[in-house]
C-alpha cells in the first residue's frame, strides 16, 4: 500500500488546545464538587426532593437522547418504556426479589419491548416510528390501568421495598441523591463517550444523511434499532429506581403526554450531545417552579416558549453560548499545519503508476449482465451489459439523462432493477442493501456531495471503516480494551485515507466547513477507508477548475495503484480521456459502444450522440 | 432586455457563480453552455429569484430585479421551465396549462385562447389533455412543461436542459418548436449541455466553466473555437 | 337489531374521525407535516360552538357559519405561529411545535371556558327516529350529511376551482409552484385554514354527542392520526374509508369483546397495519424522479 510509509510521520493530534482543555477540566471538577456538596445544606427539603426527581428525569432524557438525538429519530414511548421498568420492577420486588435482580430484568423487558416496536417500523420511514411509539404508549397506558390484578388499576401497587446497598438500606433524600446521582453520572458517562465510539459515529452519521451512511457500510436499521433498545434500557433502569425512591407506583406519568414531555426536553436542551439533555431536563424540572406565579397561563406560554427557541436557537439552549460568542468574537480558523512534507500530494507517487500503466487485462472484477430498470413507462436502463476488469479504470460516459447515474445506484444497491444481474467476482449483488454490498467491496461517492456535516473529516472517514470492524457493538460500547486498540487502529487507517486524498492538514475540522472540491476528496476518502475492490465514481470532477481535475486524475491514477479497480461515471472528457483504460458509452439506457480510448474516439456513433444531431440547422433569419 | 451584472452566488461555503455577466436582447435565442456543476442552472435560478445573489445586479427591461420574489417575477414576464422538466404529477396536462396561466389570470378571466395556441404549438397535448401528467412520456412531459411556461405569457422563457433524457427524434421537434416560439415574439435564454443542439439554434452563446463565463459569441464563434469544440462537442 | 344499531353509531363516531383526518391531510398533503395539534383545533371548534351557540344565543343558521369562520382565521393564525417561524427545520423538531401549538390551544382554552365538560346544543336537539328496534338521533344523520357535504365540497374545491389546483400545485412541487406565479404563501396558508375548518366542523358535529372539555382533543386527535396510517398516509379516499371502518371496528368490539379497553382497539390495528401493511390500505403515494 502506497501511502504506509507515510503514515508514522502523521503527528496525532487528539486535543483541543491545551488551555481550553484545562478550562474545561477546571469547570468541570468545579461542577462536580458543587453537584457533591452542595445537596448536603439542602437537607431532607422539597428541593432535594424535586433534584432527586430530576435525575431521574435526566436518565430518560439522556436515554432518549440515543434514538432522537444521536438517530434522528422519533420516540414517543420513552415514558411508557420508563413505565414497563417501574412496573416489571415493582411486581418483581413485591414477589421478593431484591432490587440488583428485578432491575435488570426490568431493563431487559423494556429492551425487548423496543425491539418488537422497531424492527418493522425503523425500516420505514420516519414518522412511522412516531406513530407506532404513540400506538404503543397508549395501548401500555390502558393496560396499567385495566390489567388490576397485576397492575393494581389506577390505585397502582405500594409498599415497594427501597433498595439495600451492601447490606444498607438507604434512607432519607440525601443517601438517594448520591445514589440516584451516581447512576445519572454513569448514564450520562456513557451516552457522552459513545460519541466518540464506532456506534456513535454511525448514528450521527446515519441522522445526517442515512443513504451515505448504507453506503460507508452503516447497517442503518440495525444501528436504529440498537439506539431505541439504548434509549428504552435508560427507561427501563430509570422506572426501577423511581420505584424504589418512592416505595409505590400508578399508571400517572407514564403517559404519551409525558413522553412527549421528555421529548421537548431533549430538543430544548440541544438534540446531538448528552449535554443538551442535562440542560433541557434541569431548565423543565425547574421551569414549573419557577414561574408558578404565572398558574394558569404557565402552560400557554411554555407552548410559545418551546416554538420560540425551537425557531430562534436550531442547537437548542445548548447552542446559545456558542450563538452569543460567534456574535461576539470572529472563530478563528483552526490554522493547524501539518508536517509539509507528508502532504507530497498523491500525484508524485501516483506518476510511476501511470508510467506503468499501458493497456490493462486483469481478472474480471464485476459483470453486469442485462441490467433493465425502469421507472413507470420510463426505460432509464434498457438490457444493459458490462464488464469491468480488475485493476482498470473503467469509464462510464454518455450525455445527461442516458442513465449513468441510474446505473450506479443498481450497483450499489438503491434502485432495484426489474432485469438482469450484477456481480462482484462471484457473488450476486442485486437485491442487497447498500451497506452488504459495500462491505463485499464495492464503494461510491455521490454526484451530489453527501458528507456527514455534524462530525469531523476525520471522522468522516473513520466511519467508513465501519464495516471492516471486528468489534461488537457491545464492547465498542463499554469501550473494552480491545475495542479502544481497535478505535486507534480505524484512527490510523483514517488519517493514511486523509493523507493519500491531500486532506490531513484538515483532519479535526467539523466537515461542513470544508469547500467544494475538499469535499468531494473526503467522500473520495472515506470509501477508500471501506477497502473497497471496486470504487464507483459518479461524477467526481464536477464543479472542480482545471487545476483540482488534474490533481484528481493523478489520485484516481494512484487508487488504480493501489490495486482498486475504479468505475468513473463521468462528463469531463479530459478527465475521461485522461485516465482510463477501457470506456463504455450509455445513451437512452443503452450500451452504445465500448472500448479502449481510441476506438471510442474515432466511433462515428459515439460522435454524433455527444455532438447531438444537428438540428433545425440554421433556420433562423 | 434582460442583463445579467457581476453576479456572485454563494450554496453555503461554495461559490457557485463568480461575477457572471451576460445580456439577452429582445428576439434573441441565447444559450449558456457548459458542464454539469458549472453553474448555468444556478444562473436560471437567480435570473427566476428562487436563488439571491450575494452581489451583483440582474435588471429587466432596466429595472432590477434581483430582491423580488419569484412569483413577482414570473408575474413580470420571466417564465422558468426547470430542469427535469417538473409537470405537477396529480393534475392533469389542462390542468396543469390552467395553472401556468396565474400571473395573468384574474377571476373570470378565460384561459381558451391561451390553451389553443399551446394546442397549436404541440398538438399532442391537446389529444393527452385530461391524462395525468405523470403517466405521460418523457418528450411529452417536456412539451408539457415548456407550454405551462407559455401560458404565463412571458416575454422572456428560460429554459434548462430541455433535451434532458430525450430521443434524438423527439429532441429535434421539441427544438423546432423552440424557434417557432422564438418566432412568436419570445425571447429564450436555453441552458444546454448538448452544446450541439443549442447552438444549431441559438444566435448567440455564452460558455460557463466554473461559476465564470469563460467565452462568449455568436453561435459561429463559438462552434469554431477550439476550446468548445474539444470540451463541449466531443473533439 | 342491536347490531345494526351498532353500527350507525360507529358509523357516525367514524365520519367525525374522518373529517379530522382530512384536515389532517390538508396539511401533510401541502408541506409534509403531521399536525399534532389538529385534535386541539377540533376542541376550539367545540367551544366556539359553544360560545357562539350558548352564550351568544345566536341562531344556528348563523353560529355555524361563524364559528367555521373563526376556525379559518385560527387555522392561519395556527400556521403563523407554528409552521411559519420554523420552515424548513428537521422532521423531528417540526412535530414538537404543532404539539406546542396544541398545548398552547388547550390551556387557552381551560383559562377562556374552563375545565368543566359543556353540554353544546344540537340544530336537531335531542330528536330521534324509531326504525323498528333501531333508534338513529337526527342529529347523527346530520353528522353524515355534513360529512358527505365537506367531502364533495372539498372534493369541488380542489379539482374544480382556480384556488383549489394552485393548492394542488403546492402541494405538489412547492418550488414548480412558485415559478409559475402561485403565491404559496397563501396557498399554504389556505391549507391549514382549511384544515381548521374541518376540524371545526368536527368539534361542532362532536360536541353534542359527547361534551365539550379542553382535553377532548387529544384523543381525537390521536385517532385522526390512527386513521391516516390506516388509510395511507396522504390518500383521502383512504382516510375517509379508514375512518368510517374504525368507528364501526370499535363500536362492535367495545359491544361484542370489552369496553374496557375500547381505545385500544384502534392503537392495536394501527400496530398491526405497521406490521403488515405499513404503506396502509390505499398506499402512500410515492413518486420516482429519475
Known sequence: MNGSPVVATVSPRERSPVQQSRWRLFALALGAIAVVVLPHFLGDSYVLQLVNFGLIGLIVVVGLNYITGYCGQINFAQAAFYGIGAYTTAVLMLKGLSFWLAMPLAAMATGLCSVVLGVPTLRLRAFYLAMATIGFSEIVQLVLIHWEPVTGGTSGLRGIPGVSLFGFALQGQLQHYYFLLAWAAFGLWLAVRVRSTQLGRSMLALRDTEIAAEVAGVNTTRIKSIALALSAIYAGIAGALYVTYIGYVSPDGFSTGQSIQYYTMLIIGGTGSAVGAVVGTITLTALPELLRFLREWYLVLYGLGVIAIIAVLPGGLVGLPRRLRRRSAPTTAPAHVSTATVEASPAASASSASAAEATRTGEMILSIKGVTQRFGGLIALDDVNIDVREGTVHAVIGPNGAGKTCFLNVLTGAYIPQAGSVKLLDRELLGLRPFQITHLGLSRNFQNIRIYPSLSVLENVMVGQACRSSINTLQSFLGTPASRREERAIKLAAREALVFVGLSEHADRPAESLAYAQRRLLEIARAIATQPRVLLLDEPAAGMNVQESTELMALIRAIRARGTTIVLVEHNMRLVMGVSDRISVLDFGKKLAEGSKDEIRQNPAVIEAYLGQTVTKDSRA | ?235 | MQLLQLVINGLAMGAIYALVALGLLQIFNAVRIVNFGQGQLLMVGAFLGLSTIVQAGLPMWLAYPVTLAAMAVIGVVFMLVAYYPVRGKPYYVLILTTIAMGIVLENLALIIWGPLPQAVPSPFGSAQWQFGGVTVSLHVLFVFAVTAVMLLGQWWFFNRTTYGRMMQATAQDMEMARLVGVRVRYTIAGAFALAAVFAGAGGLLVAPMFLAEPSMGGSLGLKAYVVSVIGGFGSLQGAVIAGLLLGVVETLAAGYISSTYRDAYAFIIMITMLFVMPRGLFGEKISERV
Open chain 2, 1 to 235: 432586455m434582460l442583463e445579467v451584472e457581476g453576479v456572485d452566488v454563494q450554496y453555503g461555503p461554495v461559490a457557485a457563480l463568480r461575477g457572471v455577466s451576460f445580456q439577452v436582447r429582445e428576439g434573441e435565442i441565447v444559450t449558456l453552455v457548459g458542464a454539469n456543476g458549472s453553474g448555468k442552472s444556478t444562473c436560471l435560478r437567480t435570473i427566476s429569484g428562487l436563488l439571491r445573489p450575494t452581489a451583483g445586479t440582474i435588471r429587466f427591461r432596466g429595472k432590477a430585479i434581483v430582491d423580488d420574489n419569484p412569483e413577482d417575477i414570473v408575474r413580470s414576464g420571466i417564465a422558468h421551465c426547470p430542469e427535469g422538466r417538473r409537470v405537477f404529477p396529480g393534475l392533469t396536462v389542462r390542468e396543469n396549462l390552467e395553472v401556468g396561466a396565474t400571473p395573468w389570470r384574474r377571476r373570470g378571466d378565460s384561459v381558451a385562447d391561451d390553451l389553443e395556441r399551446v394546442y397549436d404549438l404541440f398538438p399532442r397535448l391537446k389529444d393527452r389533455s385530461t391524462q395525468a401528467a405523470w403517466s405521460m412520456s418523457g418528450g411529452e412531459q417536456q412539451m408539457l412543461a415548456v407550454g405551462r411556461a407559455l401560458m404565463g405569457r412571458p416575454k422572456v422563457l428560460l429554459l434548462d436542459e430541455p433535451s434532458l433524457g430525450l430521443a434524438p427524434i423527439v429532441i429535434e421537434q421539441l427544438f423546432e418548436r423552440i424557434v417557432s416560439i422564438n418566432k412568436l415574439g419570445v425571447t429564450i435564454l436555453l441552458v444546454e449541455q448538448n452544446a450541439g443542439v443549442a447552438l444549431s439554434v441559438a444566435t448567440r452563446g455564452y460558455v460557463l466553466e466554473n461559476g465564470q463565463v469563460v467565452l462568449e459569441g455568436t453561435t459561429d464563434e463559438l462552434r469554431h473555437h477550439p476550446r468548445v469544440r474539444e470540451a463541449y462537442l466531443g473533439g
